[in-house]
T-cell receptor, first 109, second 115 residues
Framework: GQNIDQPTEMTATEGAIVQINCTYQTSGFNGLFWYQQHAGEAPTFLSY??LDGLEEKGRFSSFLSRSKGYSYLLLKELQMKDSASYLC??????????WGAGTKLIIKP | DVKVTQSSRYLVKRTGEKVFLECVQD?????MFWYRQDPGLGLRLIYF???????EKGDIPEGYSVSREKKERFSLILESASTNQTSMYLCASSSGPAGGQHTQYFGPGTRLTVL
């Protein structure tokens, strides 16, 4: 079957760096997305990776290893507003979407 | 900016009622999606549509139907609401090939409570 695993919850300190991991198993692969979702709000797009390597976008970076079925989202210089859930989404060769359950990130002062 | 709007932010209905949730996007996107989101379960796809009058079942279509008469509008219908349909409902749209997608843009969500 197809599935995505990511940790349920993580805690980090303001100003620090945190890495949120995501492993996936899909039938073929057409890319991996990361979304951010604040409590009570809709998810918003953060990043998309389809090739191996690191994509950097300001304080956020996303990494993909297709051979390992692995991605991570790296958040630097954490701010209190980064407290949110981070959702990993994989797309298989038929463009079917497989969502992870999300990682709740708690930032402490 | 892409804008996806949903007809209500909060809705309270009684068991057995027919419920309509509407979603409108203004970016001429081909693809539209309806999800529900429950704690610990993440986003689950109910239905999606990649063209007017086209619809495809997602992972949990039972108890739901959809309608897409115009490109910009995608409606979710609960024919006879039940308490286990109490949830957050999220609509999304994207451009891309049929069934495929680029970035999904989400509406603000409708929190439906069925009593």
């Amino acid at each position: 079957g197809q599935n995505i695993d990511q940790p349920t919850e993580m805690t980090a300190t303001e100003g620090a760096i945190v890495q949120i991991n995501c492993t996936y198993q899909t039938s073929g692969f057409n890319g991996l997305f990361w979304y951010q979702q604040h409590a009570g709000e809709a998810p918003t797009f953060l990043s998309y990776n389809v090739l191996d390597g690191l994509e950097e976008k300001g304080r956020f970076s996303s990494f993909l290893s297709r051979s390992k079925g692995y991605s991570y989202l790296l958040l630097k210089e954490l701010q209190m507003k980064d407290s949110a859930s981070y959702l990993c989404l994989a797309m298989d060769s038929n463009y079917q979407l497989i969502w992870g359950a999300g990682t709740k990130l708690i930032i402490k002062p | 900016d892409v804008k996806v709007t949903q007809s209500s932010r909060y809705l309270v209905k009684r068991t057995g009622e027919k419920v309509f949730l509407e979603c409108v996007q203004d970016m001429d996107h081909e693809n539209m999606f309806w999800y529900r989101q429950d704690p610990g379960l993440g986003l689950r796809l109910i239905y999606f549509s990649y063209d007017v009058k086209m619809k495809e079942k997602g992972d949990i279509p039972e108890g739901y139907s959809v309608s897409r008469e115009k490109k910009e509008r995608f409606s979710l219908i609960l024919e006879s609401a039940s308490t286990n349909q109490t949830s957050m409902y999220l609509c999304a749209s994207s451009s891309g090939p049929a069934g495929g997608q680029h970035t999904q843009y989400f509406g603000p969500g409708t929190r439906l409570t069925v009593l």
